[in-house]
């Protein structure tokens, strides 16, 4: 069974610039959660995304947004790029209508580098 | 407010020892808690997690981990450490009067020597 994938693996812009990144949850899996890991900051939550409606939003300013797909794929949107961005963005998928007790299966990542 | 607190950046083994990887967690609600391991240039990979039931809780890769109300901890254990443990761990509290919001710790950086 494939796991959670996430594209680009790694991913530069410079300051300004809008960023788009993708994951792709594990078949069957329709809650999609998007987390950013930044030096020495550990895990936020940003984003949560169920049957293609937003349910839950991360302490982030708006620039963060995102959109689930049909497929339940996801994509999440970082507009007017600044430094502090840069981080490791980790996509988790869990199963329908995740409850409480569902566990995260996490993607390897995407880095991204704002310069 | 959910929190969870790992009170180690840093855990030194010998290959061979035991070694504990300790998680504190504050939620209003029933806690539901799990661990988590992170490899270098990697995503996080499950280990295990509580939910009810028995306190001691069995996972991937010969971890476990003991649920202890009393002092609201969730420590992570293994009997003896291999080198290949050598990892980033987060411990993570899932509460309902969060929006079942997933918080993480800040990781425990557990480091084991031959």
């Known amino acids: 069974e494939a796991g959670v994938t996430q594209s680009p693996t790694h991913l530069i812009k410079t300051r300004g610039q809008q960023a788009t990144l993708r994951c792709s949850p594990i078949?069957?899996?329709?809650?999609v959660y998007w987390y950013q890991q930044a030096l020495g900051l550990g895990l936020q939550f940003l984003l949560w995304y169920d049957e293609g409606e937003e349910r839950n939003r991360g302490n982030f300013p708006p620039r963060f947004s995102g959109r689930q797909f049909p497929n339940y794929s996801s994509e999440l949107n970082v507009n007017a790029l600044e430094l502090e961005d840069s981080a490791l963005y980790l996509c988790a998928s869990s199963a329908r209508l995740a409850g409480i007790t569902d566990t995260q299966y996490f993607g390897p990542g995407t880095r991204l580098t704002v310069l | 407010a959910q929190s969870v607190a790992q009170p180690e950046d840093q855990v030194n083994v010998a290959e061979g020892n035991p070694l504990t990887v300790k998680c504190t967690y504050s939620v209003s609600g029933n806690p539901y808690l799990f661990w988590y391991v992170q490899y270098p240039n990697r995503g996080l990979q499950f280990l295990l997690k509580?939910?009810?039931?028995?306190?001691l809780v069995k996972g991937s890769y010969g971890f476990e981990a003991e649920f202890n109300k009393s002092q609201t901890s969730f420590h992570l254990k293994k009997p003896s450490a291999l080198v290949s443990d050598s990892a980033l761990y987060f411990c993570?509290?899932?509460?309902?009067?969060?929006?079942?919001?997933?918080?993480f710790g800040a990781g425990t950086r557990l480091t084991v020597k031959p």
């Open positions: 078949s069957g899996h329709t809650s």
């Open positions: 993570a509290v899932r509460d309902k009067a969060n929006n079942n919001d997933m918080r």
């Open positions: 509580y939910i009810t039931g028995d306190n």
